[in-house]
């Protein structure tokens, strides 16, 4: 047997240079872990696990080793996200969003290789995308990735109203974003607006915000049931500035951006999913190991060997586990696998699936721990307490499973037309 990586549990076929950064990811996790239940019950963001997270190096997992990262791909993001799962939920949704900004550095230089943007367009979105990574591998810097906001719309997860104004040396950018991650905590925000006029998603563009520029605020904090150390209270932007050089707002980027991807919107969203999956596995050894160490009071036989009950509840722990890994292993297969092995129409459709499924199944593993454990465990602050919140958080975030299989269905007979998950929208008069 070799060595025991967190995110070799499922990422199983991991190459050597995947293994050796995922060693970085495990040699994190006891301090994470160490933290982990103060920072739920202040529902405060553990500012000491960017620290810890910064000296291993793993600011810049995802950013080519060009621009001062690792060099690490979807599959080293998917297993560090469900490693850090296990450990402390909260920093591994925050690190998600952190990771989540690479792509809008990586996206246009693979669009720029596809020649999708033009002789005078290439050196701003170059400039652009190699600024952001180099703030994230070169300088170790936090960012928080703030697209959603609280419009919807019937065709639109999410719907962009954050306004951007042209002005004398760069821009103006006027909106509230509702989620994101490390709200007051992240070195810098990134964030997603629209043109002034414009409705359709080539208005979109992205822009480095500064934590402390002028009209920044943060919103009312965030009194979650889950997930509470997340720093997810979101911005308050008010004719905030922007210079011109911390913007790509070059008309249509964000659509060529997204024609690059592999997966669903800019990529990455897959991981989103490992986390949750990471708590469910997390929980489930705590419960194996907990009724585990359970005798009958009267026979002084261990309940988990004797018991039909508990033994039922640990079987269909291990199926709902199970479950959530092979669905999760296909959609990793998916979106990594050099050739496609599915058009991109089919492989977002199958995100919505497997998004559901994943999440559905993993809080599934929760409730039956918590029926195997008994009202020992009912703790507010437990472990089992700590994941069903947590966990609560994976059937609604992006979108619950219903809403998934309903886009899926609509994508499926549609012959592959893609819904678009982000749209414009034009501010109420």
Same mark, same amino acid.
């Given at each position: 047997?070799?060595?025991?990586?967190?995110?070799?549990?499922?990422?199983?076929?991991?190459?050597?240079?995947?293994?050796?950064?995922?060693?970085?990811?495990?040699?994190?996790?006891?301090?994470?872990?160490?933290?982990?239940?103060?920072?739920?019950?202040?529902?405060?963001?553990?500012?000491?696990?960017?620290?810890?997270?910064?000296?291993?190096?793993?600011?810049?997992?995802?950013?080519?080793?060009?621009?001062?990262?690792?060099?690490?791909?979807?599959?080293?993001?998917?297993?560090?996200?469900?490693?850090?799962?296990?450990?402390?939920?909260?920093?591994?949704?925050?690190?998600?969003?952190?990771?989540?900004?690479?792509?809008?550095?990586?996206?246009?230089?693979?669009?720029?290789?596809?020649?999708?943007f033009t002789p005078d367009e290439a050196p701003v979105v170059r400039a652009f995308a190699e600024r952001l990574l180099h703030k994230m591998?070169?300088?170790?810097?936090?960012?928080?990735?703030?697209?959603?906001?609280?419009?919807?719309?019937?065709?639109?997860?999410? +719907?962009?109203?954050?306004?951007?104004?042209?002005?004398?040396?760069?821009?103006?950018?006027?909106?509230?974003?509702?989620?994101?991650?490390?709200? *007051?905590?992240?070195?810098? #925000?990134?964030?997603?607006?629209?043109?002034?006029?414009?409705?359709?998603?080539?208005?979109?563009?992205?822009?480095?915000?500064?934590?402390?520029?002028?009209?920044?605020?943060?919103?009312?904090?965030?009194?979650?049931?889950?997930?509470?150390?997340?720093?997810?209270? *979101?911005?308050?932007?008010?004719?905030?500035? /922007?210079?011109?050089?911390?913007?790509?707002?070059?008309?249509?980027?964000?659509?060529?951006?997204?024609?690059?991807?592999? *997966?669903?919107?800019? *990529?990455?969203?897959?991981?989103?999913?490992?986390? #949750?999956?990471? /708590?469910? #596995?997390?929980?489930?050894?705590?419960?194996?190991?907990?009724?585990?160490?359970?005798?009958?009071?009267?026979?002084?036989?261990?309940?988990?060997?004797?018991?039909?009950?508990?033994?039922?509840?640990?079987?269909?722990?291990?199926?709902?586990?199970? +479950?959530?890994?092979?669905?999760?292993?296909?959609?990793?297969?998916?979106?990594?696998? /050099?050739?496609?092995?599915?058009?991109?129409?089919? /492989?977002?459709?199958?995100?919505?699936?497997?998004?559901?499924?994943?999440?559905?199944?993993?809080?599934?593993?929760? +409730?039956?721990?918590?029926?195997?454990?008994?009202?020992?465990? +009912?703790?507010?602050?437990?472990?089992?307490?700590?994941?069903?919140?947590?966990?609560?958080?994976?059937?609604?975030?992006?979108?619950?499973?219903?809403?998934?299989?309903?886009?899926?269905?609509?994508?499926?007979?549609?012959?592959?037309?893609?819904?678009?998950?982000?749209?414009?929208?034009?501010?109420?008069?």
């Amino acid at each position: 047997m070799g060595e025991h990586l967190t995110g070799m549990v499922l990422i199983e076929d991991m190459t050597a240079a995947e293994q050796e950064r995922a060693r970085r990811v495990e040699g994190v996790l006891p301090a994470l872990r160490a933290r982990a239940e103060a920072a739920d019950a202040a529902g405060r963001f553990p500012q000491d696990n960017i620290a810890t997270l910064r000296a291993a190096g793993l600011l810049g997992l995802i950013v080519p080793t060009d621009y001062g990262g690792l060099g690490g791909g979807l599959r080293d993001l998917v297993a560090a996200a469900f490693a850090l799962g296990t450990a402390c939920p909260s920093t591994a949704l925050a690190y998600f969003f952190h990771c989540s900004s690479a792509s809008r550095g990586l996206l246009p230089l693979e669009a720029l290789e596809a020649g999708l943007f033009t002789p005078d367009e290439a050196p701003v979105v170059r400039a652009f995308a190699e600024r952001l990574l180099h703030k994230m591998g070169t300088d170790g810097r936090w960012l928080a990735n703030f697209a959603s906001e609280q419009a919807k719309t019937a065709a639109s997860a999410v +719907t962009i109203a954050t306004e951007a104004r042209a002005a004398a040396g760069g821009w103006r950018l006027s909106g509230v974003k509702s989620f994101g991650c490390s709200t *007051g905590v992240a070195d810098e #925000y990134l964030v997603t607006a629209k043109l002034a006029g414009t409705t359709t998603a080539d208005g979109l563009c992205v822009f480095f915000v500064d934590r402390a520029a002028a009209g920044v605020r943060e919103r009312a904090p965030w009194e979650a049931l889950g997930m509470r150390a997340t720093a997810t209270h *979101g911005l308050i932007l008010e004719d905030v500035f /922007v210079p011109a050089e911390a913007a790509l707002a070059v008309p249509g980027a964000f659509v060529k951006m997204m024609q690059v991807s592999r *997966g669903s919107f800019v *990529g990455n969203q897959v991981a989103v999913a490992a986390i #949750y999956l990471g /708590v469910a #596995y997390a929980v489930y050894h705590y419960a194996l190991n907990f009724v585990s160490g359970l005798k009958f009071a009267d026979t002084g036989e261990s309940i988990a060997a004797e018991s039909g009950f508990h033994q039922e509840l640990i079987g269909k722990m291990t199926v709902d586990l199970e +479950t959530g890994f092979l669905w999760l292993r296909r959609q990793v297969q998916l979106e990594a696998s /050099v050739p496609p092995l599915l058009p991109k129409p089919r /492989v977002v459709a199958q995100w919505r699936l497997c998004k559901g499924v994943v999440c559905d199944a993993a809080y599934a593993v929760a +409730t039956n721990a918590l029926k195997a454990c008994g009202t020992s465990n +009912t703790g507010h602050g437990g472990v089992i307490g700590r994941a069903l919140r947590d966990l609560s958080m994976g059937l609604v975030q992006a979108f619950p499973a219903e809403r998934g299989r309903l886009e899926a269905a609509k994508m499926l007979v549609a012959a592959g037309a893609e819904q678009a998950a982000f749209s414009t929208r034009e501010r109420a008069q």
